[in-house]
């Protein structure tokens, strides 16, 4: 732990910070309402006026989270409000004990089920709002916030980083990266042939023919509460289905996991904010997928497949499909893959890259707590990419041995 050691020293030797605890790094949340409590029509209100979307931030979707996601239960509420009582700014938190495991007084952005965590902000008056939200993150007694997975070029950030300046707090950096988005205000066969050129189009044309063998190839869209309620139990077990059950991920293998989705992708489609996209084969569904819209974006949550028909490739020929739709709706201006930066089926794809990362917040200049966590953040990231490489030389030796047994 010296890296930690040293930056405390280097921001001043504060040795308070050091004597920091579980409860008393936690402590802080107190001040915080929960986010269940917030009155769920001042969040609908921000939401709709948001000046960057965030499908996962949504009242309906994060409080499915809050009541029964594996791990991702009770959060809490940052919150602002201007002078007319009326809600500005939120981002659900946890303690970075919770988050990291390390006791110290910062908050850290909810994880919510989604690969994104920016921060809904008023598009009024974005700069207020992302003041005030500096503040009562700051006047309760938190020395910074960590914004794990957020739009790194966005109004939103752009907006935290205006408010810093002012006060000569300078953000650092942890992530940053680039992941697959679709630009859907363009023409969706153009840009399938601008992306995958016509030999592999034609590859997927030959496969998609072959598919139709099987029963008639149907692509649908499922959007009001009832028929997104039949879809989401077909995504489900198409999700389990496959290799995400063998590694125990599939949502339908937990109940708190499967409760949620089922409750907050109907609620959402009441809203118009859910569809559930399916790709079939006569009678029998062979991909399907969960999209969440909010403003002019929206955000691919997840895929199941059935592996049964691997070698038609079902994934891209949804993906496909799904291009056509988002692309062809006048309301959708971008769709964020929300996968993992090198996600080999999408990026292909979807060309476009939206920036992503994880960024520290400080909320006072010049404050050891701040260098702290970063320190033990970076710490924490060269020990997990160790434990990761070592997990795959583990991994590539034993799949060596079956293949050469002596």
């Known amino acids: 732990m010296a890296e930690i050691g040293n930056a405390a020293h280097a921001g001043g030797g504060n040795r308070e910070v050091l004597r920091a605890q579980h409860g008393g790094a936690a402590a802080a949340l107190g001040a915080y309402p929960a986010l269940r409590d917030l009155p769920a029509g001042d969040w609908l209100a921000l939401a709709a006026h948001a000046v960057e979307p965030n499908g996962y931030f949504l009242p309906d979707w994060q409080s499915a989270v809050d009541v029964s996601a594996r791990g991702r239960r009770h959060v809490f509420a940052l919150a602002a409000r201007n002078e007319a009582r009326d809600l500005t700014a939120l981002l659900p938190v946890v303690s970075a004990w919770r988050a990291f495991k390390i006791p110290l007084p910062v908050l850290v952005s909810a ?4 690969d994104l965590g920016t921060p809904l902000l008023d598009g009024r008056a974005p700069l207020d709002a992302a003041r005030a939200m500096i503040v009562q993150a700051r006047t309760a007694g938190a020395h910074a916030i960590v914004l794990r ?10 907006a935290i980083m205006a408010a810093l300046r002012e006060t000569g707090a300078v953000p650092h950096v942890l992530r940053a990266e680039q992941r697959a988005c679709l630009d859907a205000t363009a023409d969706g066969e153009q840009l399938l042939r601008d992306a995958l ?3 592999k189009l034609k590859e997927l044309r030959r496969q998609h023919n072959r598919l139709a063998e099987h029963g008639p190839v149907v692509f649908t869209v499922a959007k009001t509460p009832e028929d997104v309620a039949r879809a989401i139990e077909i995504f489900l077990a198409l999700e389990a289905s496959g290799w995400k059950a063998s590694r125990g991920t599939a949502l339908v293998q937990h109940q708190g996991d499967a409760a949620f989705i089922r409750r907050a992708t109907v609620a959402l489609a009441a809203r118009r ?3 559930v996209v399916t790709l079939s084969a006569g009678e029998t569904p062979i991909a399907a997928g969960i999209v969440l819209r909010h403003l002019d974006r929206a955000f691919w ?9 691997a070698k038609f490739s079902p994934g891209v020929q949804l ?12 309301e959708i201006a971008l769709a964020d893959s929300t996968a993992a930066p090198g996600q080999p089926m999408i990026e292909p794809i979807w060309r476009s890259r939206l920036p992503i990362g994880d960024l520290v917040i400080p909320l006072r200049r010049y404050d050891p707590v701040v260098a702290l966590t970063i320190g033990a953040l970076r710490l924490r990231a060269q020990i997990r990419t160790r434990v990761r490489q070592l997990f795959r030389l583990l991994h590539s030796s ?3 041995k079956r293949s050469n047994p002596v």
Request: net charge negative.
């Open 111 to 114: 994880d919510p089920y989604g």
């Open 149 to 158: 997975d957020v739009t790194l070029q966005g109004p939103a950030i752009d």
């Open 197 to 199: 050129g016509s030999k």
């Open 273 to 275: 904010q859910c569809e």
């Open 301 to 309: 949550f997840k895929l199941g497949v059935d592996e049964r028909f």
């Open 319 to 330: 993906t496909l499909e799904l291009t056509r739709h988002l692309c062809a709706d006048p």
């Open 398 to 400: 034993l799949r060596a």
